[in-house]
């Protein structure tokens, strides 16, 4: 697999496609500011291609026995795991990942992939009982067609997987809008699985804009699943398009999260957690507890470990770094304005609060790792997504008060609770509003074989990955048939 890549083309029906109007984005490192390299800007014309190649493969990839297709998944599973470094890297390049974290990413790409495509022999059904006699059903899982999957930067070779596998194992062909800011690991993935053996045209590659390109995948009567990873706005606007021609729609989208410091709590592993939830990854997940709610009697020792912990913190893509750069200009000045926000509205930075100076991160989309206190529970960033390396403190008395903070937000996504007490932890991950409650770890944490989803502006209502995925990428027949005596 090559090193560096000049241009990166669409990936239609097995082969590299260049975009039909030969326009190009320009793509530049995270960590530097440096050009990396030229992305196709894709056109309408150009996801209409892919979604044609895609529907024209459907019927013989769909045609293959469960078991079939999962063997094919697992042939594309080895040659992750050969080339489990090379895709490392390109991760580590492209997002600014300090080499670790894109080695863990890629690891776990590789074990949602293993499971998934254990899945071809384990693509149940059920038996069901008839109240007539002589009469027996059952239900079968069958595919919806073409599956339009959208993946954000943030993780991209573990949004590939995520989406991908279950919609294969389902019989699904697939066109993938690749991430803006992470366009070379979909293409290599994309190599991988014409090497491992994958009919062409049942997996697409469409780089470049949400709009155009990314929007014909919600509009096209031809995509007939939609998956959406993203902005709670975006995931709002797809809804209501392709709702419109009762397309299924699976969104998993922004949240708030809280992690909740009681105070019988071991404090130092708290610390740990919130730490990890808050700044890891750059802060650029979902499911980032960026609020953080401490008892009054250990919010001085909290406040002052966590600071303490954020400001040995250290910045770069070298190996041993703990956080490296969020992924664009774009994103890196729009969190430095919500923290000139929060400034404004009260909010007291601890630590943090801006860009580095130092002379090898200057150039870089660096975000220093901050905590703010002093805010009101209605100010912007107490509410509002920001996607960095930014943590809000929030004081409370006791847990009744802070289970109504905690839900005090329209996204529902993760939530966890530090405490030693069982009856404590299990009353408060029973009230919390969200998809996923943790006791004594980070607000994140989902396995291949999890749910993961939220309630409220958090998503939709649907849950990826575990087994639920397959309601997302598959239909639910049921079967009956009537014996009659008379003709044994």
């Not at 392709?242 to 989208?253: H, M, N």
Request: proline share 6%; with cysteine.
């Amino acid at each position: 697999m090559p090193n560096n890549i000049s241009y990166i083309p669409n990936w239609i029906n097995g082969q590299e496609a260049q975009p039909k109007t030969a326009s190009w984005l320009d793509k530049f490192n995270p960590h530097n500011g440096e050009l990396l390299c030229h992305v196709a800007d894709s056109s309408e014309s150009d996801t209409q291609c892919a979604i044609q190649s895609a529907v024209d493969a459907f019927p013989a990839w769909s045609d293959l026995t469960p078991v079939k297709r999962g063997q094919i998944l697992a042939d594309i599973v080895s040659a992750m795991k050969r080339n489990a470094d090379a895709l490392a890297d390109c991760v580590a390049l492209e997002t600014g990942k300090p080499p670790q974290d894109a080695k863990g990413e890629t690891g776990g790409a590789i074990l949602q992939a293993e499971y998934f495509a254990g899945e071809g022999m384990r693509l149940y059904g059920r038996s069901l009982a008839s109240g007539m006699p002589g009469k027996y059903s059952h239900t079968v899982r069958q595919p919806r067609g073409v599956a339009g999957l959208i993946v954000p930067a943030n993780t991209p070779i573990a949004n590939i997987a995520w989406k991908t596998f279950p919609a294969l194992i389902c019989g699904n062909s697939v066109v993938l809008k690749a991430a803006e800011d992470a366009p070379r690991i979909a293409l290599l993935f994309a190599r991988l699985t014409k090497e491992a053996g994958l009919p062409d045209g049942v997996f697409n590659v469409i780089q470049g804009r949400g709009q155009p390109a990314g929007a014909v995948l919600v509009t096209d009567e031809r995509v007939n699943v939609i998956s959406f990873t993203g902005s709670t706005g975006v995931g709002r606007w797809i809804a209501e398009v392709a709702g419109k021609r009762l397309a299924r729609v699976s969104l998993e989208l922004g949240g708030k999260n809280p992690l909740v410091v009681c105070d019988d709590a071991d404090i130092d592993q708290a610390v740990h957690w919130a730490a990890l939830s808050a700044f890891s990854n750059a802060g650029q997940r979902c499911a980032a507890g960026s609020r953080i709610i401490v008892f009054r009697t250990v919010y001085e020792e909290f406040k002052e470990k966590l600071v303490a912990k954020a400001q040995t913190l250290k910045l770069g893509v070298s190996a041993g770094c703990d956080l490296g750069p969020v992924v664009n200009k774009r994103q890196q000045q729009s969190i430095l304005a919500a923290i000139e926000t929060a400034k404004k509205q009260g909010g007291r930075v601890l630590c943090g609060g801006g860009a580095p100076t130092a002379p090898d991160l200057a150039q870089g989309y660096y975000i220093q790792p901050t905590v703010i206190e002093g805010l009101a529970p209605s100010a912007e960033l107490s509410c509002k997504e920001v996607f960095g390396p930014v943590a809000t403190l929030h004081l409370v008395a006791d847990v009744e008060e802070a289970l109504k903070l905690a839900n005090a937000t329209e996204y529902g996504l993760t939530a966890a609770i530090h405490t030693r007490s069982v009856d404590r932890a299990m009353w408060f991950a029973q009230k919390v509003r969200a998809g996923m409650a943790n006791v004594n770890l980070g607000t994140y944490g989902s396995e291949p074989h999890m749910p993961f989803g939220g309630f409220g502006a958090s998503g939709n209502g649907t849950r990826e990955p575990g087994v639920e995925a397959l309601d997302v990428y598959s239909e639910l027949k049921n079967i009956s048939f009537l014996v009659r005596p008379e003709q044994l």
